[in-house]
């Protein structure tokens, strides 16, 4: 197996590091941009980059060098934006429980700023007038469109707990005009949920979503942006055949746009990372308990929780043919960490291998290491990529060591 022109056995025998590790390809990371630019050429249009899917400063620098803005969370990941160098102008913080503090750095630095909540435009109000400005809002509007995808990753329904509902508007804009020195209604925002895997799911919000462009124009505001948030799913199965692309999903909603005089803000996270990555192990031994066979590999749910989490399939693949002879067998493939959930795949037909073969999880750029904890002291994997000449292998995040842990305690 390769990882562009690098092959990974290779890498694995060349890391300092023997325990698992994130491999990237940068050119992957590349092309995965170059697709939402292509789609959205000729278009005014902002492609936010959502930070949550991974936070490599490496990997924001780059996605920043080719034009991407940045979709943010928290205070840090504004802090961490500014680093890599993103213009905070061009960013947009979100998110249902955004604190005085964060909203206060966020408006100093004219960052676009989405309303979840009645008390949050209260809030928002209140730290325009305490970092003197007026800030620019979008409001998140919950369009009750079921995108088809696990509950944990649905956001755009009426169970959500993110943005305002209809018949709420109303006070919103009453509210919007009433403090016009701390706020400007430049926009709408919605996000329906994550690993879509339907285009015409996106295009039932767009249509609402201009509705409510249109609605708002005609209260007197001056929409500039429309914002439909991130979500498009890739091919974790690796089935190939028509999944949608970054071009599908711009043209389903292109008309919608046409003579509206918006800019058409995007905010992918998994697509633009997800498929850039493997997450490199090691197998520790192959058992069986007489029901089933586990290969038992030096990852766990530690480095890499969706799995686990959600039930999510993330193809899993040997890096190396197996020797001659090496038996197919059902597998479920599992960590050394002490529970059952700790699982990168189930029921996986694959051959048996070799104690210290090399395994990988595919897909493993987005909510990935961003979600990775160090539950039974099993600190955070080190990451490379392959840079973009194909052949040379960078380290772009250090391993975390028991020294970073111990160093909590320090002086108590
Ligand atoms: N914009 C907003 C407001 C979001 O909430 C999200 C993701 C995105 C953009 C980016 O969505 P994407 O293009 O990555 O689907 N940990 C879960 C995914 C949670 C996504 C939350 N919101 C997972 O591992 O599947």
Redesign the pocket.
């Known amino acids: 197996m390769f990882c562009e022109g690098v092959k990974i056995e290779d890498v694995m025998t060349a890391v300092e590091e023997k325990r698992p590790f994130y491999l990237y390809s940068k050119s992957q990371l590349t092309r995965n941009y170059a697709a939402y630019a292509r789609a959205l050429q000729g278009m005014e249009y902002m492609v936010?980059y959502?930070v949550?899917?991974n936070n490599n400063l490496k990997i924001l620098e780059h996605l920043r060098a080719m034009g991407s803005s940045a979709?943010l969370?928290s205070g840090n990941e504004l802090k961490l934006a500014m680093k890599a160098g993103f213009d905070p102008s061009r960013c947009v913080f979100?998110g249902n429980g955004k604190l005085l503090d964060e909203l206060i750095l966020a408006a100093k630095h004219n960052v676009l700023i989405?309303v979840d909540s009645e008390f949050d435009l209260e809030q928002i109000c209140e730290a325009g007038r305490i970092a003197g400005k007026q800030i620019k809002v979008l409001l998140r509007i919950n369009p009750d469109v079921d995108p088809q995808v696990?509950p944990?990753?649905a956001?755009g329904n009426k169970n959500s707990k993110?943005g305002i509902r209809n018949e709420r508007l109303g006070w919103f804009l009453e509210q919007v005009k009433s403090h016009s020195d701390e706020v400007k209604l430049v926009g709408v925002?919605c996000?329906l949920?994550?690993?879509?895997s339907k285009v015409s799911i996106f295009r039932d919000a767009a249509v609402l979503m201009v509705g409510y462009v249109d609605h708002i124009r005609s209260e007197g505001f001056e929409i500039q942006y429309l914002n439909i948030?991130?979500?498009?799913?890739i091919d974790y199965h690796h089935e190939g055949a028509n999944y949608p692309t970054p071009t599908d999903l711009v043209n389903t909603v292109h008309d919608l746009l046409a003579g509206r005089d918006l800019t058409f803000i995007i905010?992918?996270?998994?697509?633009?990372v997800a498929n850039a990555a493997v997450l490199v192990n090691r197998v520790t031994g192959v058992k069986s308990n007489g029901n089933k066979n586990f290969i038992v590999i030096d990852g766990s749910m530690s480095e890499l929780i969706?799995p686990s989490?959600?039930g999510?399939y993330q193809h899993i693949e040997l890096v190396s043919p197996p020797a001659a002879g090496a038996k197919r067998a059902t597998f479920d493939v599992v960590g050394p960490v002490c529970e059952s959930s700790d699982f990168l795949g189930k029921d996986r037909e694959l051959p048996t291998p070799e104690k210290g073969a090399g395994i990988v999880v595919h897909d493993a750029g987005?909510?990935c290491m961003a979600?990775a904890s160090t539950y039974n002291l099993r600190m955070r994997p080190p990451e490379y990529w392959v840079e973009e000449d194909g052949k040379t292998v960078t380290k772009i995040r250090h391993a975390e060591n028991l020294d970073d842990h111990l160093r909590y305690f320090d002086g108590l």
């Open positions: 936010g959502a949550k899917a979709v969370v979100n989405n696990h944990y990753i956001t993110f925002h996000h949920g994550s690993t879509i948030g991130g979500g498009l799913g905010e992918p996270g998994r697509s633009l969706r989490l959600y999510a987005a909510y979600m």
